[in-house]
């Protein structure tokens, strides 16, 4: 049995708790001019992000889930190998049933490379299996002190950032930092993932210090969309699973305020444009490091297959939270509806799981 893909590539969960703790650690030892702004809500103008500090009411259960919760974000359709012959080149859905062995051996390391090219390695997994695709990209940064991984990431060291932004006895200000330098440096999974948590938890903060939908709340839940919003064109979904983590922990009871609501109809309509600033301070931060505009950053055919695959996981997943998010429904409208591969995807998880 071979899988095309072996999902737990975004295991954010463990990371909630890490920024509600060290949100009062020191300041930041990386350079300032790494910091990305955010777009507040009810503003078209781009303003440098303020720090909030965590109160005693946040607690890990107020965000996180359990073990056992984590466990369902590992899923993958039934992976008994019976190719159809399909070139990679050809309309294909699910490479492990519909490609032929040498396209799928192609398939499976183009996927990697994709991972690899968004920042798709969690330190997590890579912890308990170090075994996981790409693993051995960061193994040999996870030891290193917090002072060598910080010389390694003023080079743009994209592995050790990966770490920085990830582990959990570096300080709040840096994590937040390194994930940013790593969008500008062209990564969207764990670093939007990250950032994602950082502007929920500050959100939660804000809302529980007013007990009410503030401004404060407002700017973080947009910044929050933003990210999804920016994530979604670069076809990669990870930072809408994380959100859509936090919209589902709200219905459970886990979280206190609703992100589906905090915004108005004409707050959600300016997301598009703040997602646009936010892509054009991108590109003017690239440029101060000779790197072409994002968008001329060629997005390869394997991604819009796992697009398909990551879309898939999100409806299995969150279902009717996604289905019914107004939200998305206003960012990206299309990934509401299950497409046809998406369909057969979760005909094949369904079956796997009879």
Known sequence: MRAFYIVGTAIVIAAVGTYFFMADQPQSNLPNETELETVHADSTAVGKSNELSTSND??????ATNADQAETTIYQPDTNRADSGKNINDDWCIANTELADSDFQLAQEQKREWDLARGDISLVVVKANPDAPNADYIQPYIELSKDDLIAHAKNDDKYALLVLAQRPDIDSKDQERAAKQLVILGQTSQPLSLLIIREISQAQVAYQKADAVVPEVK???ANTLSYVKYG??????TALLTYLLFVKQH????????PESVLSDEELSR???????????LDSRRAKRYLPP??????PAIAYHDFDYELARAHYLFDTYLTNSRTVKALYPQITERSPCVE??????SRGNK
């Open 294 to 299: 994002i968008q001329d950053v060629e997005i």
């Open 219 to 221: 700017k973080h839940v």
């Open 251 to 258: 219905h459970e009871g886990q979280f206190v305020f609703d």
């Open 232 to 237: 979604l064109t670069r076809k990669d979904p």
């Open 58 to 63: 946040v607690t890990e259960d107020s965000i």
């Open 271 to 281: 997301i598009d444009s703040h997602t646009q600033k936010l892509t054009d301070m």
């Open 344 to 349: 057969t995807i979760l005909s094949q998880v």
